[in-house]
Structures are given as C-alpha cells and as structure tokens.
C-alpha cells in the first residue's frame, strides 16, 4: 500500500461510513474514491442476527484472519479486492459494487445442506465440491437461488451484466477457491467442509473475490472431527451462551487466525535445470522465471552427458543427496544424451526440454523422444512447459506450487471467457 493512502486511512477524520453490516462497517476514504476501508467489529452473530455476542478483541481477530486468507490467495495470483491491511482491525479494499449472492462450496454434507436435501446421510463427501447460490436477503432468510434466477435477476454493477459467462466464471472461482483453501487447511492437519464467499465488480469491470472471509466463512475440522470444529458453528450448537463459552469461542478464533498465517509459506521444492551448453542459458532462464514464478527454486547447471559424464553424475548425486524435493530439466539439442543420463542415473523426475530451433528441430527431437528401455524421463517443448510440467511434478509437496498451478488454469479459463464476451459484442456490433 502506498505510504499515501496509508496516512490517510489511518486518519478516521479522513473516513466517512458507507454501510454498516452484522460484523463489518465500511468506510469512504477521502481523496481515494478507488478504495473503501473495511472494519471488523466485535460483534458475533447467528440466526440473522437473533442471537447475537460482544466479544472483545473478536474484530481484531477476524481482520487478522481475512488478511491472512486474502494475502494467500495474492500470492497464488488469484484476484481479489484486497489492497493491504491497515491497523489491527482494518484493512483496504478496490471499491467494488457488490454482487447479492452468497456462494457456498461443500465438500462434506453436514448442516443446512442435510435440511435441504432430506435423505442425504451426514458426512455423503461431494468427489467435485458442491456448489450451490443463495441470494442476499435478510427479512426472507437469504434464500436458494438457481443459475436461471441470477441470470434472469439481470444485475449490472460497474456496467457490467450478470450473465452465463458471469456465472460460469464466479462458479469456477468458488470451486477453485475452495480447493485452494482446502489444500491449506488439509496441511494443517485440518479439513475445510465447507465454504462461503462473495464476488465484487471493480471500477474496470472485473469480477474478483472481495467482503471478508474469516472464521464465521466456513466450517473447519481438525483432523476431520467434528466435535473438534474451531468455527462459528460451534455458537450456533449452544443451548445457552455463558462466559465461559464465549471465552472458548474466542480461543478458537485466535487458533484459526494463528494456523491461516501459516498458510502463505516459502518454497520447498526446487527445478534444476541443467544445460548442455552455455548457448543454452537464455533458454534455460526462461525456464527459471517461469519455475520461479509457479513457486519453485530454479538453479541452472551446466554440463555435457557427452564431454563430462562424470560431472553430470556428479551432480544427480549432489541434489539427491539433501532429500530437497526436486525435478531435473535437461536442455540439450542435437543428440540429447543428458536427459537419458540422467534419468538413467536417479529416481527423481527428469525432463526434456530440446531448444529446438528452425534448423534440424524435428530431426533432434527423436533424440529425446526415442529412449532406451529403463530410463523413464519425459519430453515437453518451449520453456513455459517445461516450467508447467516441473511445477505439476511437484504439486503434491508443495501446496503453495499446487496453488499458484491451479490458479494460473482459472486465470486462463477467465481469460478465454472474457475473450469470448469481446468477441460477441464486436460481432453484434
């Protein structure tokens, strides 16, 4: 955040109230009409408000928590109205107009879900994670929408129309999302049930992921076990609210703000990326950045399978030697005999990556697609594969990689989607 904006949002002088909701106010900033401030309240609340708390110290909590999640989904690259936080109970957001609809993804059926669907046995576990819409409305108990009710409902916020491609788009997010946040939460030995969020409009007419998402957000299980839930659902199941729960409640509150300041963490897997030639170096950078950018640690070597054989089984044996997760890339052209080397010396996942050019290409990519038996190393072209193939690889130990790979397929499913739109609208025009 600029030094600016954060002189003037930390003036409340400078703040004049928007909206006020159960647990959060919002606030105009002045001389910053792209941004609001959001304020965390101390206030819980359950039934629409019918039972309702002051816990002290429980907005701090909640905005540590939101600061948290939305830092994490950042960093994967998963867009959102989060700009930084500001204090222990604010943080500042892009002025979305809101859309009305809550979005619910569940992996496990439990709670309302059961209610709704009477038949349905508690713990039926969803293999894609349900996804389901209800519309912001208080007095009528927020009620179940469809797709056909958004559609029809023909919102337009910042100019933009609520349509199937909306949908559609918001839909995948909420999915996406949910995975994410259930990876971390499955890290931490802990099982992310289910989930709600809400999507904004900024001014440039993008449809990213803005309110809060604190604990009162989802359900959260430790090691899968209900009677252990840290969330507000444990409010809810009270028959009668004494100090002593409140202070339980509030202890929870702090465990998931503590566990989900976990959950944006340093890489822990690495690509080495070992080329044949120093000829090779712009490519194998290529190929650094975008490993680097997926959240692996690139290291690039140099070494020649044919000149220096010893000095390429020495290094297979250097990376093997720390048990640091890793996937080696091997760059060679012409006759490729480093992948094969290499793959034929250690268990860890090699890949080809020829720099074929315009001259003999199809000729020297048989040398790293022909393999002896036993050897086992794959072959993809162009550096951003490569990049893609070694982040995939090591997904599963690392669940900031998996993040940042599942995030850049939404981006790209986005970007077709908004294409799409463009193309329609030119075409009728």
């Known amino acids: 955040m600029k030094p600016e904006l954060l002189s003037t949002v930390s003036d409340d002088k400078n703040l004049k109230q ?4 159960k647990t959060k106010l919002i606030y105009a900033v002045e001389g ?3 941004v609001v ?3 965390s309240k101390n206030r819980l609340t359950a039934f629409n408000a019918a039972r309702q708390n002051e816990i002290e110290g429980k907005g701090a909590i909640a905005n540590a928590t939101t600061c948290n999640i939305f830092h994490y989904m950042q960093s994967l690259g998963i867009k959102s109205h989060f700009v930084g936080a500001v204090n222990e109970c604010d943080f500042v957001a892009a002025n979305c107009e809101m859309i009305p609809i809550e979005w619910v993804a569940r992996r496990v059926a439990t709670g309302s879900f059961l209610k709704r669907n009477p038949g349905v046995k508690e713990g039926y576990t969803f293999s894609c994670p349900k996804i389901e819409t209800f519309f912001k409305d208080d007095a009528n108990d927020d009620p179940q929408w469809s797709d056909e009710q958004i559609i029809s409902a023909k919102f337009v916020l910042n100019g933009v129309t609520i349509g199937v491609r909306e949908v559609q788009m918001m839909k995948k997010q909420t999915e996406v999302i949910f995975r994410l946040l259930e990876k971390a939460w499955h890290e931490q030995d802990c099982a992310l049930i289910d989930m709600k969020i809400e999507f904004g409009v900024t001014p440039a007419g993008d449809i990213v992921l803005a309110d809060v998402i604190d604990n009162d957000s989802w359900r959260v299980w ?4 209900k009677r ?3 969330d507000k659902q444990f409010y809810r199941d009270l028959d009668k609210v004494t100090d002593e729960a409140l202070t339980q409640l509030k202890g929870n509150y702090q465990k998931v703000a503590d566990i989900t300041k976990k959950f944006t963490t340093a890489p822990k897997t690495r690509v080495v990326i070992i080329m044949g030639s120093a000829s090779d170096m712009d490519f194998a950078n290529k190929i650094a950045d975008k490993a680097k950018a997926l959240g692996l640690i690139p290291i690039n070597r140099v070494c020649s399978a044919h000149k220096t054989t010893d000095d390429a089984l020495r290094i297979v ?3 093997e030697a720390d048990f640091f997760p890793t996937v080696f890339v091997a760059i060679a052209g012409r006759s490729n005999g480093l992948g094969p ?4 010396n250690t268990t860890l996942p090699v890949i080809n990556a020829p720099p074929a ?3 003999w290409a199809a000729q020297d990519l048989w040398s790293s697609l022909r393999m002896p038996s036993g050897v086992g190393c794959s072959t993809v072209m162009g550096a951003d594969e490569a990049a893609l193939a070694a982040a995939k690889l090591m997904s599963q130990h690392d669940h900031m990689v998996f993040g940042r790979v599942l995030a850049q397929q939404l981006n790209n499913r986005i970007g077709i989607l908004k294409a799409d739109s463009i193309a329609e609208r030119e075409s009728q025009a």
């Not at 080397?341 to 034929?344: D, T």
């Open 18 to 21: 928007l909206a006020e909701g």
């Open 32 to 34: 910053h009409n792209d």
């Open 37 to 39: 401030l959001v304020r």
């Open 222 to 225: 430790p090691r899968g076990d």
């Open 228 to 230: 252990l839930q840290l």
């Open 317 to 319: 044996t250097e990376y």
């Open 341 to 344: 080397v290499v793959a034929s």
């Open 357 to 359: 050019g315009a001259d």
